[in-house]
Structures are given as C-alpha cells and as structure tokens.
C-alpha cells in the first residue's frame, strides 16, 4: 500500500501547477501567436467603430480564425496606449499564447491569475463588459506596437483586450 500513496503523493504534486492553466480544448481556435506589428495606415480609434467585420461577429476587437487580429491596427502612437514609464512594475514572464491559458479571478483594480495581477486598459473597458471575470480563461500575448502592453485573448468569446501586467503579489 505504500508505494501506491507515495506514487499518489507525486501525482498530485506534479498536477499543482496545472491547476491555473489547461490545454485548450473544445473552445474557437486559439490564436497560435499575437498579432504581427502594424505598418498600415492607422485606422480611426473613435468610440463609433465598427468591429464586426462580417455579419455575425462581435463588434469588439477580436480574433477570426485564430489568426486575424481584428481591430489592432491603431499603430504604435495610438495615444490610448502610450506610457510614460512602460516597465515600471516589471515584464511577464508567465508564458504567452495557447500552451498558456489561465482562469480570471477578480481584484480590486483589475484581475489576476497564479499570482500575477493585471488591469485592462481604460479605452478597452467597454470591450469586456461582458467577460466573466470569475471564470472566464485567458490566453496573453505581447503587444508588439503598443510598449508596456499585453493582450488578453477571452476564450470563451474570441475577443481581446489591453491589459498591463501590475507585477506578482499583491496589488499596488
């Protein structure tokens, strides 16, 4: 009977650092990588933006086929995304893309997941309004125009927000 609980013992240990993250599984396509850096003209970043790029889709920034970024190409002096000190509280070192996905739990002034805390950017709020911020799974991945930004992929909707990585631990 020993050899059967110490083989349980390692088991469970080994699963512990699966408990915030999983494989993706029955949900849309995840996007296998972020989007690439935008050198188009920028495109309007007015609030009356229409994202829904074909009928049906939501019209919030989004990702179709797990591939086409919809709505990320702003540029890079976008002003809704400029920082003046973008890495203040440090990079993430968490993991990016679909191999990485976490669960949302609220905190006040954003969310966090395996201790690393986040707060969506004010010009995205209106794009998650309808995320569940108790249970709905994320996937980051780095912003390659927007400095001191990531994107947070929703799994459940297909949709994405800026977020900026507040450090592990508490918040600040």
């Known amino acids: 009977m020993r050899p059967i609980q110490i083989t349980f013992a390692a088991l469970l240990a080994l699963a512990v650092p699966a408990l915030g993250q999983h494989e993706a599984g029955s949900h849309p396509p995840l996007p296998s990588q972020g989007p690439a ?3 188009g003209q920028p495109q309007a970043s007015d609030a009356n933006r229409n994202y829904a790029d074909q009928p049906g889709h939501p019209n919030v920034p989004h990702v179709d ?3 086409t970024w919809v709505g990320h190409d702003t540029g890079p002096n976008d002003p809704r995304y400029h920082l003046n000190n973008p890495w203040r509280l440090g990079r993430f070192t968490g993991g990016f ?6 669960r949302l739990v609220p905190a006040s002034g954003g969310f966090w997941f ?10 995205d709020l209106a794009f998650c309004s309808d995320w569940l911020w108790d249970s709905d799974e994320v ?8 400095v001191g930004w990531y994107l947070a992929y ?3 909707l297909g949709t994405y927000v800026h977020v900026m990585y507040l450090g592990p631990g508490k918040l600040r």
Not at 114 to 123: H, Q, R, T
Not at 139 to 146: E, F, K, M, S
């Open 154 to 156: 929703n799994i459940r």
């Open 65 to 67: 086929g797990g591939r």
């Open 97 to 102: 893309g679909p191999a990485h996905v976490w």
């Open 139 to 146: 996937a980051i991945y780095a912003d390659p125009d927007h």
């Open 114 to 123: 395996n201790g690393w805390f986040w707060s969506v950017a004010a010009a």
């Open 37 to 39: 850096a935008y050198h």
